[in-house]
């Protein structure tokens, strides 16, 4: 993870991205690239005879800002000693994030809202969707969900550099019944990769997102490996609610890991 992808704007969870991809910067000797972006669509309104115009001083006064809150990024990073650059866009987030994702390791965005799993779907690059706290470095305890499918698949391979230093890794399955889904292939990816982990196997109950929260609450994870899903597809019974689930939740888990 040496080329890392970090999203900052003007909230207050911004510092919270910027030092977890800093964290992971330094213990992978990478570099950040940091976007910074002003809309311009959201600042284009329909007037009454339906015609199109740009709020004008409010655009301006956006940009204004946003080029002040990448100052400051600039100002925060230079005194990490961690190379950086930082790109200002005005596209909307999911197409800059996405653009610029084309060769990134990892991207690191917020878990709330929903930018998080729609960049997911939209980039190969796997995607960290950050809680209210910054990542703990190294991470001591993690659960993968597993599903033998291929977005599972990217996500544990993506998974890889932080799951390495692990205390826990447990890769769990949730199933209708027991004998569901085989985890041989994971549980030797990870070995191969010096990566030790345990087999669960959960027999859904109520909810496969709620019967994964509660594996999830038990491993006392700090780091949430998952596939990303769309809705249109047959595994959403299974695990595309999953997704949304574990980003919109306000639960114990700091950290998700996508990949699609």
Request: proline share 3%.
């Amino acid at each position: 993870m040496r080329s890392i992808l970090v999203y900052a704007d003007r909230k207050a969870d911004n510092d919270i991205r910027i030092d977890t991809a800093v964290a992971i910067a330094r213990r992978a000797g990478g570099h950040l690239t940091v976007l910074v972006d002003t809309p311009v669509a959201r600042y284009i309104a329909m007037d009454p005879v339906g015609g199109n115009y740009v709020m004008s001083e409010a655009l301006e006064k956006a940009r204004e800002d946003d080029d002040q809150a990448a100052a400051m990024v600039e100002d925060k990073l230079r005194r990490t000693g961690v190379g950086f650059e930082v790109l200002r866009s005005e596209e909307e987030p999911v197409t800059a994030l996405a653009y610029a994702a084309r060769l990134a390791d990892l991207v690191i965005v917020s878990r709330k809202g929903r930018l998080a799993g729609d960049l997911a779907l939209s980039t190969r690059a796997p995607v960290l969707a950050l809680g209210d706290e910054v990542l703990a470095l190294p991470v001591r305890r993690a659960v993968v969900a597993w599903d033998g499918g291929e977005q599972a698949a990217a996500a544990l391979r993506a998974a890889v550099p932080l799951l390495a230093s692990c205390q826990s890794v447990r890769v769990v399955c949730v199933t209708e019944k027991k004998g569901g889904f085989p985890a041989a292939d994971a549980l030797r990816y990870l070995s191969r990769h010096g990566v030790g982990a345990e087999f669960e196997e959960h027999e859904r109950q109520d909810s496969t997102e709620k019967t994964l929260a509660r594996a999830v609450a038990d491993a006392h994870a700090e780091l949430l490996v998952m596939g990303a899903y769309g809705k249109s597809r047959m595994r959403e019974f299974l695990f595309g609610g999953v997704t949304a689930h574990f980003l919109d939740d306000d639960g114990d888990v700091p950290a998700v890991l996508l990949a699609h």
